[in-house]
Nanobody
Framework: QVQLVESGGGSVRPGSSLTLSCAASRRTFTRYMGWFRQAPGKEREFVAAINGGGGSTPYADSVKGRFTISRDNAKNTMYLQMNDLKPEDTAVYYC??????????????WGQGTQVTVSS
């Protein structure tokens, strides 16, 4: 089991940027790591994922071109650079570790979540 801790959330205005971090308790370079988000009253949805070597980085269409996922295996840390934030990006963001890509059930370790609020 891997413990994951997210940080970097906050309240920002539309058009702003934030960078989320996800620190893992041990090496995860053999696994995919992903970002999901959940807005009030909605199901948890896929945002982005990255494989162990960083060469595969699928994104949800809603964030493609605005968000960038990356990982530093030496630091056991994953990042989500979020640019041009929109009110519809408001959600709790979760990082996860597993062997799948797009579905929450593909991941077996989750962080506690960090709130991102985008509002004018």
């Amino acid at each position: 089991q891997v413990q994951l801790v997210e940080s970097g959330g906050g309240s920002v205005r539309p058009g702003s940027s934030l960078t989320l971090s996800c620190a893992a308790s041990r090496r995860t370079f053999t696994r995919y790591m992903g970002w999901f988000r959940q807005a009030p009253g909605k199901e948890r949805e896929f945002v982005a994922a990255i494989n162990g070597g960083g060469g595969s980085t699928p994104y949800a269409d809603s964030v493609k071109g605005r968000f960038t996922i990356s990982r530093d295996n030496a630091k056991n840390t994953m990042y989500l650079q979020m640019n041009d934030l929109k009110p519809e990006d408001t959600a709790v963001y979760y990082c996860a570790s597993g062997f799948g890509i797009y579905f929450p059930e593909d991941y077996d370790d989750w962080g506690q979540g960090t709130q991102v609020t985008v509002s004018s």
